[in-house]
C-alpha cells in the first residue's frame, strides 16, 4: 500500500460554511450555531481512494474575516490543494473570490483548487446563478465546481475526495 500525506487549504469568506463543512466530514455532525474560526485551525483524517492508496489529509481551516488574512501567509506553506467555500446565499462578488484565490495560490500559482458553492440545502435563499459559478471557476483555473451542504452532508464527502485525487493525479502526471 502507497500512503500519502497531503496539506488542504480550505478558504473563502467568514460564514460560508468552511468549519461547519469540515465538523461534517469528520465527525457527521453540524452545528446551526457554529462559533468563527479564529486565525486558523486543523483537522486529520484518513482517506482511501484505492484499494491500494491511502492518503492522510491535514486540512487547515481558515478564518475568513478581513483581520485574520494577514495569518494565512504564513499557513500557505506546504498546501498540496485547496478547497475554496461560497455561500450561495449571499451576493455573489467576483473580487472576493479572486482575494482567495490569491491568497491560497501565494506560494504556489498552480495550486488545484476545488471550488465549492456551500449551503445548497438553502434552496429559497439562493442568490448566486451557475452562470456565475462556472464563470469563476474558468476563470481562476479551478479543477472543478460542487455544490455541498454542510447541514445535511450532500457532496460533503466528494469534495475531499475530488481534491484528494486531483492532488494524487497532479503528484502522478
Known amino acids: 500500500m502507497k500512503n500519502y500525506f497531503f496539506k488542504i ?3 473563502g469568506p ?11 466530514y469528520i465527525k457527521n455532525k453540524f452545528n446551526d ?7 486558523v485551525d486543523f483537522y486529520l483524517k ?3 481512494i484505492d484499494p491500494d492508496i491511502n492518503i492522510s489529509l491535514q486540512l487547515w481551516d481558515f478564518g475568513g474575516q478581513k483581520h485574520f488574512q494577514d495569518l494565512h501567509k504564513q499557513y500557505v ?8 467555500l461560497i455561500d450561495l446565499t449571499r451576493v455573489f462578488q467576483t473580487e472576493k473570490v479572486k482575494k ?3 491568497i491560497v495560490r501565494m506560494k504556489k500559482d498552480d495550486l488545484p483548487i476545488v471550488f465549492i458553492a456551500n449551503k445548497v440545502d438553502l434552496e429559497d435563499k ?10 469563476a471557476m474558468q476563470e481562476f483555473k479551478m479543477e472543478t465546481l460542487l455544490k455541498t451542504s454542510a447541514k445535511t452532508g450532500e457532496n460533503v464527502d466528494k469534495a475531499f475526495e475530488t481534491i ?3 492532488i494524487y493525479n497532479h503528484k502522478n502526471d
Open 9 to 11: 487549504l480550505v478558504a
Open 14 to 24: 467568514g460564514g460560508a460554511g468552511k468549519t461547519s463543512l469540515l465538523r461534517q
Open 33 to 39: 450555531s457554529q462559533l468563527m474560526t479564529i486565525g
Open 46 to 48: 484518513e482517506l482511501q
Open 77 to 84: 506553506d506546504g498546501a498540496k490543494g485547496a478547497l475554496l
Open 100 to 102: 482567495w484565490v490569491d
Open 126 to 135: 439562493i442568490k448566486v446563478k451557475d452562470e456565475e459559478l462556472n464563470g
Open 164 to 166: 484528494a485525487k486531483v
